[in-house]
């Protein structure tokens, strides 16, 4: 068994000086003399015997794991009776004390330099190839430096206009298709103002006539026929928290409707949206900047005797719920694209939103503040543009919603006619009617 082994052991070193003759042959460097070593190579020996010692320690885990295995494998090996004699027999394990044979010294070594010299290259390679890459951009450049002069472009400046993407923008938005989307949604916004207003200012004067307090109705507010003197608590708390208390309950409504019909495909549920936005802007609206500047529901706060400090936490929590029921409502709005569209995806979203919410409520709060001149109350202004501060972050969150699909039932983009009509005769009447006032 020795002398195989020896023979086995005689045989590798022989193959391995084979290999290497037969590489330094390719290499031509078998009779090149060698060189001395540089400060470089001095800490090979090192990592010659670093490197030995890490493979020796791996190889003698790695077989103390085979031969423990097997131990184990042995030790719980079939036992039984053979069928003729009845005599009980066991498979006796083999001597595993002599490990298997091992990797010589010299082929180990032969690996380990292989490996340092392939690493050694690509490094060299990677380096070159960077210096390659920079090389290129700058004779790049110089090319285009020597195009440029030849071009008598050299020391031209080239102007771009910076309003091009806004015209662009601009010029896609206001196509046809999105003009008749915002020209249908500003008539609804403007009925549905309409509707909230006049339930407003009839929900003040019916409760101010239960207190036997006269008023007249006018289109910017309700004139009440007291004096000052003669407000007592009560009627201050009923008359200015009727109103909210009303469109809380038509807000909860409206809303409950249009998440009922969140899919169909009716332009009625566009209305009864805007109804829902109008009517909660004016209970939180109120609140919030009522309890800011002693008007409006301020007033029930301030016969409510709140100090400063608590008003201002009725100010911020309806300043924050109405940031959150935006953010909330962001995703639902979007469904009102079924109107007009069979899918809303994102690269025609944008022009959508702004065309279906964004500019209806700029344009008819515009038309609102001309119908109302010049007697329009720079508190009824504040709180009307606070349902600015409830677009916005349903605005924020409509990139984040996922692309809607609808059906596949064609559509077509046209102008609700009947609805404009009515919008502008009652713009009409709400001026001529109540420019004169209503008495009750």
Excluded at 70 to 76: K, P, T, V
Excluded at 115 to 134: A, F, G, N, P
Excluded at 242 to 267: G, R
């Amino acid at each position: 068994m020795n002398a195989g082994t020896d023979h086995l052991k005689r045989n590798s070193r022989i193959y391995v000086i084979y290999r290497k003759i037969r590489f330094l042959l390719k290499q031509g460097s078998l009779f090149r003399k060698k060189q001395n070593r540089t400060r470089k190579h001095a800490k090979m020996p090192f990592l010659v015997k670093y490197l030995k010692f890490v493979f020796s320690t791996k190889a003698k885990r790695h077989f103390k794991g085979i031969r423990e295995a097997e131990r184990i494998r042995l030790a719980s090996g079939p036992k039984g009776y053979e069928s003729l004699t009845g005599i009980p027999f066991f498979i006796a394990p083999p001597d595993l004390s002599f490990p298997p044979a091992r990797i010589p010294f010299t082929l180990r070594i032969y690996r380990m330099y292989r490996i340092l010299r392939y690493l050694l290259i690509r490094k060299r390679t990677e380096r070159r190839k960077k210096q390659s890459e920079k090389h290129q951009a700058k004779k790049e450049q110089i090319r285009r430096i020597c195009y440029h002069a030849r071009k008598g472009t050299l020391f031209r400046v080239k102007i771009s206009n910076p309003f091009t993407p806004f015209l662009e923008y601009l010029k896609e938005q206001f196509r046809k298709s999105n003009l008749l989307i915002l020209l249908n949604s500003t008539t609804l916004f403007l009925l549905s103002y309409f509707f909230v207003f006049t339930i407003r200012l009839f929900t003040k004067a019916i409760a101010a006539k239960t207190l036997d307090i006269s008023t007249i109705i006018y289109y910017k507010d309700v004139d009440f026929l007291i004096r000052s003197s003669q407000w007592t608590v009560d009627a201050v708390k009923v008359v200015y928290s009727s109103a909210p208390f009303i469109f809380l309950i038509i807000s909860i409504i409206s809303l409950i409707i249009y998440k009922t019909f969140l899919e169909e495909k009716w332009m009625s549920r566009l209305f009864v949206f805007w109804i829902f936005a109008h009517s909660f802007i004016q209970v939180f609206g109120d609140v919030m900047i009522g309890s800011m500047v002693n008007q409006g529901f301020g007033y029930v706060l301030m016969y409510l005797f709140l100090d400063d400090t608590e008003k201002l936490f009725v100010s911020l929590g309806s300043f924050v719920f109405i940031l959150v029921t935006g953010f909330v409502m962001g995703k639902n709005m979007l469904y009102t694209g079924n109107i007009y569209y069979n899918f809303l995806l994102r690269k025609n979203r944008g022009y959508f939103v702004a065309s279906q919410y964004f500019l209806p409520f700029i344009l008819g709060s515009c038309i609102i503040f001309l119908l109302k001149e010049p007697k329009i109350l720079p508190f009824e202004i504040a709180v009307d543009s606070s349902l600015l501060l409830f677009l916005i972050p349903a605005f924020l969150r409509m990139p984040f919603v996922n692309d809607l699909y609808f059906d596949e039932n064609p559509r077509k983009i046209k102008a609700a006619v009947i609805p404009l009509i009515t919008a502008a005769l009652i713009a009409i009447l709400f001026r001529v009617i109540l420019g004169q006032g209503i008495r009750m």
